[in-house]
Nanobody, 125 residues
Framework: QVQLVESGGGLVQAGGSLRLSCSAS????????MGWFRQAPGKEREFVAV????????DYADSVKGRFTISRDNAKNTVYLRMSPLKPEDTAVYYC??????????????????WGQGTQVTVSS
């Protein structure tokens, strides 16, 4: 079965950096668009970033554009999210996800059928 496992979260001061990783198994990773989403306390889960199967296409939420960078290593079945500089409002549980249809390049979380368990990112002011 498909497994997505996030890592790299933690507690960091505002202005600091983190790199999240998501290791995938049970799917042909190199064919899949991959996305990052987040859910802050008391809020709905929201889109953060997406990357195409080849890495040639990316898209970001306006709130993170210019600060976050999504990338992937198909040889390692891993997608990354580099976050810098972090702000307190970036505090959330971060999830990686893969769409139901591997070729779909989308920011809509309804199109994603595979999700990791999430990793907590806490940014102190």
């Amino acid at each position: 079965q498909v497994q997505l496992v996030e890592s790299g979260g933690g507690l960091v001061q505002a202005g600091g950096s983190l790199r999240l990783s998501c290791s995938a198994s049970g799917l042909t990773f190199s064919r899949y668009t991959m996305g990052w989403f987040r859910q802050a306390p008391g809020k709905e889960r929201e889109f953060v970033a997406v990357i195409s199967w080849s890495g040639s296409l990316t898209d970001y939420a306006d709130s993170v554009k210019g600060r976050f960078t999504i990338s992937r290593d198909n040889a390692k079945n891993t997608v990354y999210l580099r976050m810098s500089p972090l702000k307190p409002e970036d505090t959330a549980v971060y999830y990686c996800a893969a769409p139901r249809n591997f070729g779909t390049f989308t920011t809509s979380q309804g199109q994603y059928g595979y999700w990791g368990q999430g990793t907590q990112v806490t940014v102190s002011s």
